[in-house]
């Protein structure tokens, strides 16, 4: 048996799709973007979405957005995708670390508290392995010190906080659609506010700071630049896979879910393994366990024709860029040496999840 760490989302539906918007000539700014976006905005319950070329570019983009410069600090988790920070780097300003839940991997509202300064001007929360953050909690330390809120929500795709999803709650959420993703465009995203001069500000920066879509247009070419933009879209191609794979991943949620509650009922008593416990508001981007023999689980996996990852194998100050900036952070340093990806999609079996089981055991 053969299970692979993602499965594939592509259905020849969508191929056909593709290959018809290929052969139209009308590859960007059409009608696909647009039904993608109002899908997302319906999904999420957002006032606003917005395609982008990756989640990066959309984090990017929101601090952007911020003005963030240098001389700003940005709170970010240790342990997450290094993409959050260099988003803030690449503004001037400066991430600060914070520390982790060592069992879930989210950011910990009480270390929070502890690196707030009066530099202080945004915090990028991050819904790890599709996890929600105890968002309520940081909102009201963030509204108290005037703190704007991104959420990354790279795995974060169906997962609710509160019977909201997450990417309402700060000032923009930002989805990636990388092929592992729950959904995939292959490379892209989504970026989704509540808040519409920040929509305007983002839509400008991603083409160029242009004032007007080409849609918007009444003579071609005739319009007028009024931010430093950058070319942060999404084709239109892309956005109607995306599209086809988002209306049918309600069914997938479920059974993702499903999947999730089972492995957790025949893994949550084993000895050498910790795990969150099973949370049926979370969309289970992947499922995360942590053992301290991880490289003798990693080999009976690869032997066993199982596939896995690790997410993150290295906490982001422990990197060598970020390196002389920060310090120790016990948490993320343990959850790096510790936690192992395991698949949970919707096409697994009761057999297969058992096989995945029985591996492990």
Not at 11 to 22: A, C, N, R, S, Y
Not at 74 to 96: E, F, M
Not at 340 to 361: F, M, Q, V
Request: with cysteine; glycine share 6%; hydrophobic share 35%.
């Amino acid at each position: 048996m053969k299970i692979n760490f993602s499965n594939n989302k592509i259905k020849k539906q969508d191929i056909k799709q593709v290959e018809k918007i290929l052969k139209s000539g009308w590859l960007t700014h059409g009608k696909n973007t647009v039904n993608f976006e109002n899908e997302f905005k319906k999904f999420t319950g957002a006032k606003f979405a917005i395609t982008v070329s990756s989640c990066t570019a959309g984090l990017h983009l929101s601090c952007l957005a911020l003005k963030l410069k240098k001389g700003d600090e940005v709170i970010v988790p240790s342990q997450t995708h290094v993409a959050t920070a260099h988003a803030v780097k690449l503004t001037g300003a400066t991430p600060i670390f914070c520390d982790i839940d060592y069992l879930t991997g989210l950011i910990n509202p009480e270390k929070i508290k502890k690196i707030i300064s009066k530099k202080t001007k945004a915090i990028i929360l991050v819904h790890m392995n599709g996890f929600s953050c105890d968002i309520s909690k940081i909102k009201k330390i963030c509204k108290r010190k005037k703190i704007k809120i991104i959420e990354d929500c790279a795995h974060g795709l169906g997962t609710m906080h509160r019977k909201k999803h997450v990417g309402n709650f700060g000032i923009s959420g930002v989805f990636s659609f990388y092929p592992t993703k729950q959904i995939t465009t292959g490379e892209g995203g989504m970026l989704i506010t509540n808040n519409k001069e920040f929509a305007k500000k983002i839509r400008s920066i991603k083409a160029f700071g242009i004032d007007k879509d080409i849609t918007q247009r009444k003579i071609p070419g005739y319009y007028d630049v009024k931010d430093l933009g950058i070319n942060y879209r999404m084709t239109d191609f892309q956005a109607a896979i995306g599209y086809k794979q988002l209306k049918r991943y309600p069914k997938e949620l479920i059974l993702r879910k499903k999947n999730a509650k089972y492995l957790y009922s025949l893994l949550k008593n084993e000895k050498n393994i910790k795990l969150p416990q099973f949370n049926d508001d979370y969309s289970y981007f992947i499922f995360p366990i942590h053992s301290n023999v991880r490289n003798d689980l990693m080999k009976k996996l690869k032997n066993k024709k199982i596939g896995f990852s690790i997410h993150y194998a290295k906490a982001l100050h422990q990197m060598t860029y970020y390196k002389k900036k920060s310090f120790k952070m016990t948490n993320a340093e343990k959850y790096a040496k510790t936690n192992l990806s395991l698949p949970i999609y919707g096409e697994l079996s009761k057999k297969k999840l058992n096989y995945i089981y029985r591996a492990l055991k």
